[in-house]
């Protein structure tokens, strides 16, 4: 199949466009058509001049031979029903975060992908821009030594949803990009929740949620729908180098700082089993380097990456399994709310994904 | 007393070299001795030619008739007995922060004072910065409108302290902002603390606070060690407007950003009471001010009002109290540590003082 | 007509693009085609699904009916041939930057659009930002006072081109802006132009141009293709206030700081002629206010004026005129360089304009 | 020569107090004493509590054995004077910037130094900053490459001297820099100056200076009193590297850019010797370092190495030459303005030395 593959884009809201945009602009997609309840607002986004169908209901876009994928940007408690029929018309899917509502529809969207052999896709967009990824392989490479901290804060004047609160409105994002970049994916020991809702607004509108992990280190995530100055930051603090991430710094948007704290513990014989350890704390004051990043779009990653798994019969990099743990942990952190920021395990999606089902392999 | 105050410094390590630096700057001051057990090292900070006393023993400098007052600059576990002498041979004194190691002490240290009308005043330096000072008189003003919350961050490579964790390291400079700047001073709701030790260091490394305020706002700190960034950041979140404080960014240190989001809650008659409030979210998007601050060192305004407090008989702006507030919190840090990040309720101080005891009138 | 307007854009090169993407997406407009010797080029820009036309042939274009205007994104020298036939078809015309590569024919192409009573515009785009447009407001207002100097810097690791040096690269964006802020255009009293050519490129790399302006204040521009670090920065500093324009700086592009120096001279009798002027100096140490600026694409605003002006029978407020002074300047500019840096005055662009033509009425 | 130098501050004004606490917080120099010709202000700068000897006569200091060296911090014309009887008493001599009002003057200061041993230093103090030693380093290691363009801006709100321009107040500071980084000294092919009085203050208050240097790269210096920003900031390109220098980001001062653009000019055999030269231009986007620097005050640097030079009998780093030749740029700054920004070539200082007086050994 080295076609381009026909693809439809269902929702032409907030997101669609940018969906449309890019589908549009990728030779590997053919996109056919933009369905909306709405036509007026399908029309608009496609624009004059142009021979893309828009459709108004869904069941004539998922009856349509032309359409191998669709691209679900419509509101998140109606991502599993047009998820599910579309897996069920023989369409792999593209999901907006988060995946769905619950973790009882996330679970039925993965099992449902698995028995019909399609892709499911999470459009987890910042793990396609090239810092994510720089950051996941710097990880990986072991180059930051073992994980110490992480520290995100997304903070802007954000739109009050009407829906959701700020923790689901913002968070999906953090998660989405700790479960891209920690190896082995998100499972927090425990997740902590924090809310504020000093406006009266009905819901959290300032969060913070604190989550050690199995390695021993913690991650911490501010999220603020009330701050007027815009944050976009992440901090991954390692035993031997630390990682700074300030998206709204185009010219330097990464930098890794060869400075920290090495403390080795020793063991002593002859003493007491107290005064074993004899701990000498040394400090570096090393070089920052700023990795030379290539510029180029998240959103056309993400529609190659797409069109790649579907043509491959493979697992795309945020699958499905990657919004069920983002969910999980979204989960958990509406428990601690409500028992006032105790710490809460989060639910193992893996226990609830359908055993016989063999799934995608994943990408090599 | 319209002449100098004769003043000595006690301890001659870390910090004491700063108060040398600038009670000899002072014409409120007449330093006239420094003390510290290492002889040399009170040698060096005084430096050569210069006629100020060098003492060893704590006595010596408390039987001294031209010493009116005593700086303490010495490790925490010390401040009381050595504070305890000096009011008792009736010098007034100033603390380093934190004011002492348990609030028992404190209380006793400002019960004392408060029995021989003696000034306590906590060296709680920040406050004496033209920054805070603009920032208490802003939120005063009613400028800000209603707090809604508070950020905090105070991270960089630090020193592992054989004796504290980060909280007790960094913390007390958050706090002791936090007391100054809030209308009645720092009186959280409760303390939830998240810590990690992520090297083995025995110790808390990295902390996240949390205080719900009174007023329904809330207020989060974060202390960390491991830092290779410095930040010194506080943004304090109004209904009006919001403060973004940068400390590390002298031409732009304070802004206030007149923009926000406004929610007006409606009465609606006819209707039934579930349904009788109608939310209207707004958002404005105004201008940023960068006030003029002026520069001047903080120990300097310190030293001075430690100076005008003594003559005018009056309490200073940082006194004991403020010392025993942001003791309390930290003991509250302390329990809820222990129990996994549980909110504690800080301890009332006020039940402790000795109510007899008049004390110093506050400054007009 | 308060219909679309018929437009054509030839070039599909390096510009083409971003002019075909606005004015597709511009409601004022209907691209009905898109020009360009390469077939293969300006159909990868129209992209699939499309009803535009895809024209190889000049002729072809002006001959059609639908097409009532054209944009011209085709290299330098081109640009008078095509914009004459243009003009001499009876379309109105938006060219490029420069408007032609010698004065001579940007003076013909003026003379030719007055003669025909159509819109000739030129596009600098930067007029059309909201901070450019704000900075030129600020100006008139009279709030900086009088205009004392003006800083200008652009530099970026650049294209070397192969045709022109950096001062016709990049200095075209900095002059047009000039002309635009600055109340009647810019007209300097002189140009001082000095270029190096570190590499051997054959052309200056770097260049730094001087102009005093008839006001007593003075205006410099830094271009340079060899910086590895992207600064776009513009100091307009006033009597009264200095406005401080950085536009890779989203979230502050404008700051405008009321602080300076107040000179005051004084007539003071009695006393020889020589030392009547007592001259006092004082310092204002004021606060910054960054204004709140919409975010709107400046290539959006420019083709809404465009179809404006068509549509107001008007000059647009880049016109041609415009675009000769910078051209002006540019000559001038050359002249220098080759003088070792002396003063050039620049030519007067109005003693070459048609004088019985009338033009279009500038814009109310 | 192991004891502490003896050394007396002429001058108490701005600069002196700097040279006193750093004279006397060293362990290098024994400071005896302070001079001016106003005891009041001597004795503030001196403080309570001190033996230092405060003088009032130039004559009294320089009889006095115990003075080994004196540190001249007064007004420009009267370092001549001074410097000269120091050194007919037999004293080492540091002069503050600029060396002297007139390059008669420095010359003679430099021939009175060689002819009588004795060292001669001008306090270039930013040359003593660990910024300027990094830069000078590693222009030295060849990292950068060649140089091909330095930009040096140096503009902030200042005060407007009653009898120097902008050029002689702040020029020096990068003058004095660019004699140090670049290898051979600064020696500038040609001197284009542009000066500005927009506020009508008798002298330039903004001030532009071009330097084609002999290697075929360029320098700029920016100098401006009525700037409300203050920047200071230095670009060094180089054909391999650029280096970045921003004095008042103390996290990020040098950061070295690894991106660049690569020209190659090839000989190509068989054709006419017009077109023999194919040029091919390649472009590196390589990584950001920035180095870990130690913060050490340049004052505390300074006056070290005016003691070594002193102990080991040879020039100092920054010697008389250094500020004579800082000064031939500034009297060909003069010119240049008096030419309307014409090239003037400055006088070779070299010329003018006594060629008999040998002078001390350069440092190895």
């Given at each position: 199949m080295s076609q381009a593959v026909g693809a439809a884009v269902i929702g032409a809201g907030y997101w669609g466009p940018n969906l449309v945009r890019n589908f549009r602009g990728s030779s590997d997609w053919d996109l056919v058509a933009v369905c909306d309840l709405d036509e007026d607002r399908a029309k608009r986004v496609v624009g004059a001049r142009s021979t893309i169908d828009i459709e108004t209901s869904l069941e004539a876009v998922l009856a349509?031979?032309?359409?191998?994928a669709v691209a679900i940007a419509t509101p998140a408690h109606t991502h599993a029903p047009i998820a599910l029929a579309a897996l069920a018309a023989g369409k792999h899917v593209l999901v907006e975060k988060p995946l769905a509502d619950t973790m009882e529809s996330a679970i039925a969207m993965v099992n449902a992908a698995r028995e019909a052999g399609l892709v499911l896709m999470t459009d987890h967009t910042y793990c396609y821009t090239p810092a994510v990824k720089y950051i996941r392989d710097v990880v990986a490479s072991g180059e930051l030594g073992d994980i110490l901290y992480i520290d995100s804060v997304r903070i802007n004047l954000g739109l009050i949803q009407p829906d959701v609160d700020v923790f689901w409105d913002l968070a999906p994002h953090d998660l989405s990009i700790l479960d891209f970049i920690l190896p082995g994916g998100l499972r927090p020991e425990a997740v902590s929740a924090n809310g504020s809702d000093p406006l009266g607004a009905?819901?959290?509108?300032v969060g913070y949620l604190t989550m050690p992990l199995a390695s021993g280190g913690i991650a911490h995530v501010n999220v603020n729908w009330l701050s007027p100055t815009k944050i976009r930051q992440m901090v991954v603090g390692g035993s031997r180098r630390t990682l700074v991430w300030d998206d709204l710094n185009p010219q330097q948007r990464i930098s890794i700082h060869d400075r920290g704290v090495d403390l080795t513990t020793q063991a002593i014989d002859g003493l007491d089993p107290e005064a074993r350890k004899a701990t000498s704390v040394s400090y570096r004051l090393g070089d920052i380097t700023v990795p030379a990043l290539p510029e180029r779009e998240a959103l056309s990653n993400m529609v190659a990456e797409f069109a790649d798994s579907i043509r491959g019969k493979r697992a795309p990099v945020t699958d499905g399994d990657a919004g069920v743990r983002v969910l999980s942990v979204l989960n958990a952190v509406g428990e601690s709310l409500a028992a006032g920021g105790a710490p809460i395990r989060p639910q193992d999606e893996a226990d609830e994904f359908d055993k016989l089902a063999v799934g995608l392999p994943v990408a090599g």
């Open positions: 349509r031979d032309d359409v191998d009905g819901k959290a509108c």
